[in-house]
């Protein structure tokens, strides 16, 4: 089967699924019905990078699912088919059923907590292969002391598999594999609950609420932010604590995130307004249960808000004065960040190569970034559509590395 009339017969597959009409699906982009219908039989392409854009919308998928060869994706997360299996493992079941057959060995609690700390260093770091490798046994561990540890250090494994789970749904969602990281987003909310930790359920809802913005739920995400924010807010009185303020600072950032996919820009603005304010009350830049909050990350937000509205200029001016180094060193990913939004916004300006110098830099910092990312992946594949070899003399060789070609 030719490109065109794959990427047909998936945009038929996924209208039906969606239960809209022709009509209503070409209307919603701007086309003709019979434009649509043509498209669908392979009988033409979809020729503009903007209505390609406006279909993966739509039809809840990303471009790269669309378009991606029927090989399927070169850039597919190896370690993912692992933590799966090793999320239905349910090894020591029969110690659970019958107390007095104990056939389940626990990890310490120290132990524990280096591998949940390490997967989360390797994580901001964007080392996103090695933080796979060692979520597998991670996840085994966490599962078995919440079940077999003795009652009395029962909660503080319940408190580890929370954190364990966020940092599963962190990674599988950078790399592309959301409904992975929904199941582990929720396993998250059940532990915190388990534990009797707030706070903990909090943070699990910041990690489902970036899920549900990837599956392309930005109204149910939005809900479950703000409600997160809303109780923590009434948990205290007056100003927010320290340990809290992070937390509610994350919240609305998540909402920013939210805000922005579904082009509200009042409310976009209000959320900034509000994480703005948290970080201000803090002063300096937190990493508080690996969020990265602070007024850093509110500047990181401002310039991915403007590009999702397509103010590149705002970007650009924004993306150019913030200085990195005030990020913490280990903060790889939020530095690779404004390189790949910076690259939107050049290419938003028909500016190609200062995009893919931007892109290059992103790679140099980060190459599992650029290589797992659905953003830098659907901006490659539109430079290509435009390459023109004697101004962007290494993009091809950029989107070989990322497998977008």
């Known amino acids: 089967m030719d490109s065109r009339k794959e990427i047909g017969r998936r945009i038929a597959s996924a209208r039906c699924r969606r239960g809209l009409s022709q009509a209503v699906l070409s209307g919603l982009v701007g086309r003709s019905e019979s434009w649509l219908s043509q498209v669908e039989r392979g009988q033409r392409a979809v020729d503009s990078h903007t209505v390609l854009n406006a279909l993966a919308e739509i039809l809840g998928l990303s471009v790269d699912e669309l378009t991606a060869r029927s090989g399927g994706c070169p850039s597919r997360y190896r370690a993912a088919s692992c933590i799966r299996q090793a999320m239905m493992s349910y090894d020591g079941l029969s110690c659970l059923i019958d107390p007095r057959h104990t056939e389940a060995s626990i990890e310490s609690v120290a132990w524990l907590r280096h591998e949940i700390r390490r997967v989360n260093e390797l994580y901001q770091a964007t080392r996103y292969d090695e933080a796979g490798a060692r979520l597998p046994r991670l996840i085994v561990a966490a599962e078995l002391g919440s079940?077999?540890?003795?009652?009395?250090?029962?909660?503080?494994?319940?408190?580890?598999?929370?954190?364990?789970?966020?940092?599963?749904?962190?990674?599988?969602?950078?790399?592309?594999?959301?409904?992975?990281?929904?199941?582990?987003?929720?396993?998250?909310?059940?532990?915190?609950?388990?534990?009797?930790r707030p706070l903990l359920a909090a943070v699990s809802a910041y990690r489902l609420g970036h899920v549900l913005i990837r599956l392309r739920?930005?109204?149910?995400?939005?809900?479950?932010?703000?409600?997160?924010?809303?109780?923590?807010?009434?948990?205290?009185?007056?100003?927010?604590?320290?340990?809290?303020?992070?937390?509610?600072?994350?919240l609305h950032l998540a909402a920013v995130t939210a805000a922005a996919t579904a082009r509200d820009h009042a409310a976009t603005a209000d959320f900034l307004k509000g994480a703005r304010r948290i970080?201000?009350?803090?002063?300096?830049d937190r990493n508080d249960f690996w969020m990265a909050f602070g007024m850093s990350n509110v500047a990181i937000h401002e310039i991915s808000a403007a590009v999702e509205f397509g103010d590149a200029r705002e970007a650009i001016g924004k993306g150019e004065s913030l200085h990195l180094d005030a990020l913490a060193a280990g903060l790889v990913g939020r530095r690779s960040q404004v390189h790949l939004d910076l690259a939107r916004a050049y290419a938003l300006q028909r500016k190609d190569a200062a995009a893919v110098n931007m892109l290059l830099e992103a790679e140099r910092l980060s190459p599992e970034l650029l290589r797992y990312g659905m953003r830098p992946r659907e901006l490659l594949t539109q430079l290509l559509k435009r390459e023109h070899r004697a101004s962007t003399p290494q993009l091809r060789a950029l989107a070989r590395r990322a497998g977008v070609v």
Do not use: M
């Open 147 to 196: 079940r077999h540890a003795p009652a009395a250090q029962r909660e503080p494994y319940q408190v580890l598999r929370a954190l364990t789970y966020h940092a599963a749904t962190t990674t599988l969602r950078r790399v592309g594999e959301a409904e992975l990281a929904w199941c582990a987003a929720d396993r998250s909310l059940a532990a915190a609950q388990e534990a009797g």
């Open 217 to 250: 739920e930005t109204g149910k995400a939005l809900n479950l932010l703000l409600d997160a924010a809303d109780a923590l807010r009434r948990t205290v009185r007056g100003s927010l604590p320290p340990r809290i303020a992070p937390v509610v600072g994350a």
């Open 279 to 284: 970080a201000e009350q803090l002063g300096g």
